[in-house]
Nanobody
Framework: QVQLVESGGGLVQAGDSLRLSCAAS????????MGWFRQAPGNEREFVSA????????SYADSVKGRFTISGDNAKNTVYLQMNSLKPEDTAVYYC??????????????WGQGTQVTVSS
């Protein structure tokens, strides 16, 4: 079992930046990728970004490309999401996730509790 704890959410204005952090603990030796998803009220949870540890590769949803940057420290089992040029439509609960095999959005099987990000116009 992998435990994930997010931090860094908050209320900001459009155009501002936020940095989310996620720390993994527990059975982290099997984690192959970590990522971020988000869920806005009335919407399904959607993929935001992921990082594959052994390949050093990252992926992003089209809606955040060029604005969000994922990074992390494999040795510390920590992943970050730097969010710049935030828009009101980025408002959502952001969830950290971990995958033990693969890194497609459907591969993620461990989830944090989520952190609220609210962007006012």
């Amino acid at each position: 079992q992998v435990q994930l704890v997010e931090s860094g959410g908050g209320l900001v204005q459009a155009g501002d930046s936020l940095r989310l952090s996620c720390a993994a603990s527990g059975r982290t030796f099997g984690v192959r990728a970590m990522g971020w998803f988000r869920q806005a009220p009335g919407n399904e949870r959607e993929f935001v970004s992921a990082i594959r540890w052994n390949l050093g590769r990252t992926s992003y949803a089209d809606s955040v490309k060029g604005r969000f940057t994922i990074s992390g420290d494999n040795a510390k089992n920590t992943v970050y999401l730097q969010m710049n040029s935030l828009k009101p439509e980025d408002t959502a609960v952001y969830y950290c996730a971990a995958a033990s095999a693969g890194w497609a959005p459907t591969d993620f099987d461990s989830w944090g509790q989520g952190t609220q990000v609210t962007v006012s116009s």
